[in-house]
């Protein structure tokens, strides 16, 4: 193997550090191969979601400068440009590819010494102190944060290697916590908190085509959903949508950030933290890190185009969040929703992707990745995870007919079925548990409080893989008819078959029979 050259600082463009998959198996590329032969490789194999979901937003912002869709001026022209390059299916053109990689080289290395990618230099003077490497890998423990995956300790900080730390680097500035972080000083002024990364304990949904370069063109914003310039620069202008590789000035941390001005700034610029990455002697390994606070106030809100949005009490819409115990089927309604009818709204990404407006062969391979991060707004991570559905074209045709749309207001039907199933066989069984284990008479069946046992944690553990099962047969039938009655019967045979123990003692069967009819009232007539 050549070695590379000295001044390489570990360059993003032709380093390996991107896991991809291709039909020949995964491996690692740098970005200029990714983009080259996009149209050849499958997708991501990033093994962390929280820095696939960071990742997607950074490669969604190149490939739409590569392709020039950042630049449409409506959506007419913007789908005509994206629908040629879906069917012509050619990849990225090499010439733009190695302009755009070229044009912004020196930006686009790890290490370097005055832009590092993603990183603030200044930080080597404004923030002395360093939070170590293990501060940087969300599943090591630091400080006295939890065990994640592996035991570490301040003590004894583990190197990591380049090509692992810029995965690690993204997840921390769009997951990173808020709370008490690494003190800066700037101008004076010493502060040493922070606010959360933008996408901190959210779950993020992204199309995905049948090729990364599908996929990629895909997860660039349409016009119509592009935030629009909201507070002016220094001379009263707009600032200029753009990556932050692309900037030629680093943002004053004391000034207020401008908020997103179109897609690039929207997927890219959204980061409430500052970090530095401390290269080993080598160069191909990190073995310190900081991670401080980047602005003094919150970066405007805008509607970021991959998350589900909920409308709160008060009426404001907020981001879903993730859930390690919520499936992926359990959003899939309001995936594919236009009108919810909650006045939710569904990830602004899939508006564009009906039949119509791309090729149809991408639209009837059209799957969605999920990455999620069960996180609390703080500092306590729990677990991510990623899935992915099926082709989504029979869910996403849609049009004037009522009848286009029965399968998809099927998919919500089958989904508030297969939830009220499990709420109601949850009380049930904290009901027969009660019942079964209290032996005062004031304490009847039903009644609010703890001590529900551990039945309905062991019933749920068996309900929902099940439950998940007969959703898709229901939907690969097309038929939702009987929901209620289907998701009933299954919620009634696992309760059956986790209060059997106690069945053949007199206590235990009144207990049992006494709440089994909330199982059972979800049953049709005729299949009680």
């Known amino acids: 193997m ?11 463009r032709t380093r390996p550090w ?46 739409a400068r590569i392709t020039t869709l950042h630049t449409a001026s409506n959506n007419d022209d913007w789908q005509d440009l994206r629908y040629d390059l879906l069917e012509a299916s050619e990849g990225f053109d090499p010439s733009s590819v190695d302009a755009y990689l070229g044009e912004h080289g020196s930006r686009l290395r790890l290490h370097d010494p005055i832009r590092p990618f993603l990183q603030d230099p200044r930080l080597v003077d404004q923030s002395p102190n360093r939070s170590g490497v293990n501060k940087l890998v969300m599943a090591r423990p630091a400080g006295n944060n939890q065990v994640f995956f592996g035991h570490f300790t301040d003590d004894e900080q583990v190197a990591l290697p380049s090509a692992e730390a810029a995965l690690h680097l993204i997840a921390q500035l769009y997951y990173g916590p808020s709370g008490q972080c690494t003190p800066r000083t700037v101008s004076g002024k010493r502060f040493g908190n922070t606010v959360a990364g933008p996408l901190r304990r959210s779950l993020s949904y992204h199309p995905a085509g049948r090729s990364l370069f599908e996929t990629l063109l895909l997860g660039i914003p349409a016009p119509g959903t ?33 908020g997103a001005v179109g897609p690039l700034s929207a997927l890219t610029e959204q980061y409430q933290h500052a970090i530095l990455l401390q290269p080993g002697p080598d160069r191909e390994s990190v073995v310190d890190a900081t991670i401080t606070w980047a602005f003094r106030e919150n970066r405007p809100p805008h509607t970021d185009p991959f998350l589900i949005w909920d409308e709160a009490k008060d009426g404001t819409l907020r981001a879903r969040d993730a859930e390690a115990e919520r499936s992926l089927w359990r959003d899939l309604d309001a995936l594919v929703l236009m009108n919810r009818g909650d006045s939710g709204k569904r990830p602004l990404i899939l508006d564009g992707l009906v039949g119509g407006q791309i090729p149809e062969a991408a639209f009837r391979s059209l799957r969605v990745s999920a990455y999620g991060f069960d996180q609390d707004g703080q500092t306590r991570d729990r677990t991510y995870f ?20 029965v399968l998809a207001l099927g998919v919500k039907e089958g989904r508030e079925a297969a939830e009220k199933a499990a709420q109601r066989m949850e009380f049930a069984l904290r009901s027969a548990w009660r019942s079964y284990t209290t032996p005062f008479s004031d304490d009847k069946p039903g009644r609010n409080g703890k001590g529900g046992g551990p039945w309905p944690g062991v019933a749920l553990a068996a309900y929902w893989p099940a439950a998940e099962e007969r959703f898709w047969d229901s939907l690969d039938s097309g038929d939702f ?21 106690v069945a053949s003692t007199p206590r235990g069967a009144k207990a049992r029979e006494g709440a089994r009819g909330l199982v059972r009232s979800l049953l049709d007539r005729s299949t009680s």
């Open 226 to 258: 592009w935030p629009r310039p909201g507070r002016s620069g220094p001379v009263g202008t707009a600032p200029a949508d753009s990556c932050p590789w692309e900037r030629e000035e680093l943002p004053d941390p004391l000034a207020p950030p401008s």
């Open 2 to 12: 050549t070695a590379e050259p000295p001044d390489d600082h570990f360059d993003l």
């Open 386 to 405: 990623s899935a992915s559905t099926p082709p989504l074209f029979a869910l996403l045709e849609t049009s004037e007919e009522a009848g286009d749309n």
């Open 18 to 63: 991107i896991p991809v998959r291709t039909k020949e198996g995964a491996s690692s590329i740098g970005l200029r191969d990714l983009f080259l032969d996009a149209h050849r490789i499958d997708g991501l194999a990033v093994a962390l979601p929280p820095a696939a979901s960071g990742l997607m937003r950074v490669l969604c912002a190149m490939a």
């Open 481 to 501: 008819t009987h929901a209620l009655s289907s998701f009933g019967r299954l919620a009634l045979e696992i309760y059956d078959e986790v209060t059997r123990p």
